[in-house]
T-cell receptor
């Protein structure tokens, strides 16, 4: 039982490049979330998916897209990365309690 | 603007001392959660408080939810170096959590 897994762990991009962050959970949770964490800002919700087939914007969705591929997987895509998107990205899934993955550290140059 | 304000932002104490972290908001939440996060990892849930005025104890940690369900506190008695970490409060409404910016606690041996 791996919980929430995220890939990659680290990534360096140049401005304008695209990439997809992958997230999978094996706890049969309906809800999944993407957050970014920046110093002094806590975790801010980018997008969430309350159930398979639905996605909704969170607090900071601009510059991101998501796909709820199936119940297990929820991916986050940056179409044209910007330095302001340098951050640590966390995926989470929940029934009542949110369980977080280990994070993806992204640097955009 | 953070929906939840945590104070202090940083706290450094000697082993054996007590500490309190505060989490305040002008919004009412259906529940409030406290997480601890260690470097390089995702947040891990410590406790959920649901009822106004509720007090929960987890070994040396005491959590309190305000009567109006807008604020909370975390008190650690006789802190140990293993308590070192980033403590985050999060207010829950519907599917979503709103996080405070966090309090970095350092316990010196």
């Amino acid at each position: 039982n791996a919980g929430v897994t995220q890939t990659p762990k680290f990534q360096v991009l140049k401005t304008g490049q695209s990439m997809t962050l992958q997230c999978a959970q094996d706890m049969n949770h309906n809800s999944m979330y993407w957050y970014r964490q920046d110093p002094g800002m806590g975790l801010r919700l980018i997008y969430y998916s309350a159930s398979e087939g639905t996605t909704d914007k969170g607090e900071v969705p601009n510059g991101y897209n998501v796909s709820r591929l199936n119940k297990r997987e929820f991916s986050l895509r940056l179409e044209s990365a910007a330095p302001s998107q340098t951050s640590v990205y966390f995926c989470a899934s929940s029934s009542e309690t949110q369980y977080f993955g280990p994070g993806t550290r992204l640097l955009v140059l | 603007t953070q929906l939840l304000e945590q104070s202090p932002q940083f706290l450094s104490i000697q082993e054996g001392e007590n500490l309190t972290v505060y989490c305040n908001s002008s919004s009412v939440f259906s529940s409030l959660q406290w997480y601890r996060q260690e470097p390089g990892e995702g947040p891990v849930l410590l406790v959920t408080v649901v009822t106004g005025g509720e007090v929960k104890k987890l070994k040396r940690l005491t959590f309190q939810f305000g009567d109006a369900r807008k604020d909370s506190s975390l008190h650690i008695t006789a802190a140990q170096p293993g308590d070192t970490g980033l403590y985050l409060c999060a207010g829950r409404n519907d599917y979503k959590l709103s996080f405070g910016a966090g309090t970095t606690v350092t316990v010196r041996a």
